[in-house]
């Protein structure tokens, strides 16, 4: 079955400490992960995908297929960085593909 | 440039009462995604359309219709709704050749 799990609703931490989003995923197929973000009061957008292998506003994430993980990290978590984060994972090829994402982290930086 | 626009924004129906929510991208995208968003739930997928034209059934589509009429409009319709679909629901569009969804702000429902 196709599934993505973040096993923690609620993440919080003090600024400066570092910052991990756990993700999970279950798929048979080659994976094509996703992290999205939804800041308070904003449209949900895309924060980073694992093939660019590229670093956004200090978080990175690596696809782990033996663990079938993509963990969200940043070394010194931001009071800006608070927010809903979703792990999403693209199943499918072409126009038929779709995202499934988990049930997302809340994530609170205390200043 | 709008992107993709979602109305209403707020609605408030009783049970059994009808509704549609619309979505319309100005973006060229083929594929288009209808999503609820729950507390611990995340986001699930209700319906999609890869283009125009065609619909499937996404996670949760019990209790819904849609309709993509053209390229630029996808609408969620709710027949006779219930309080277990309120909900936020989120349009979303995806271009052709990429795997990135762009939202809509969404729709907040309430269904007493």
């Known amino acids: 079955a196709q599934r993505v799990t973040q096993p923690e609703k609620l993440l919080s931490v003090f600024k400066g400490a570092p910052v991990e989003l756990k993700c999970n995923y279950s798929?048979?197929?080659?994976?094509?992960l996703f992290w999205y973000v939804q800041y308070s009061r904003q449209r949900l957008q895309l924060l980073l995908r694992h093939i660019s292998r590229e670093s956004i506003k200090g978080f990175t994430a690596d696809l782990n297929k033996g663990e079938t993980s993509f963990h969200l990290k940043k070394p010194f978590a931001q009071e800006e960085d608070s927010a809903m984060y979703y792990c999403?994972?693209?199943?499918?090829?072409?126009?038929?593909?779709?995202?499934?994402f988990g049930q997302g982290t809340t994530l609170q930086v205390k200043p | 440039n709008a992107g993709v626009t979602q109305t209403p924004k707020f609605q408030v129906l009783k049970t059994g009462q009808s509704m549609t929510l619309q979505c319309a991208q100005d973006?060229?995208?083929?594929?288009m995604y209808w999503y609820r968003q729950d507390p611990g739930m995340g986001l699930r997928l209700i319906y999609y359309?890869?283009?125009?034209?065609?619909?499937d059934k996404g996670e949760v589509p019990n209790g819904y219709n849609v309709s993509r009429l053209n390229k630029r409009e996808f609408s969620l319709r709710l027949e006779s709704a219930a309080p277990s679909q309120t909900s936020v629901y989120f349009c979303?569009?995806?271009?052709?050749?990429?795997?990135?969804?762009?939202f809509g702000a969404g729709s907040r429902l309430t269904v007493l």
């Open positions: 798929y048979s197929g080659s994976p094509e």
């Open positions: 979303a569009g995806r271009g052709a050749g990429a795997n990135v969804l762009t």
């Open positions: 359309s890869a283009s125009e034209g065609t619909t």
């Open positions: 973006m060229n995208h083929n594929s």
């Open positions: 999403a994972l693209s199943v499918g090829s072409g126009n038929t593909g779709k995202l499934i």
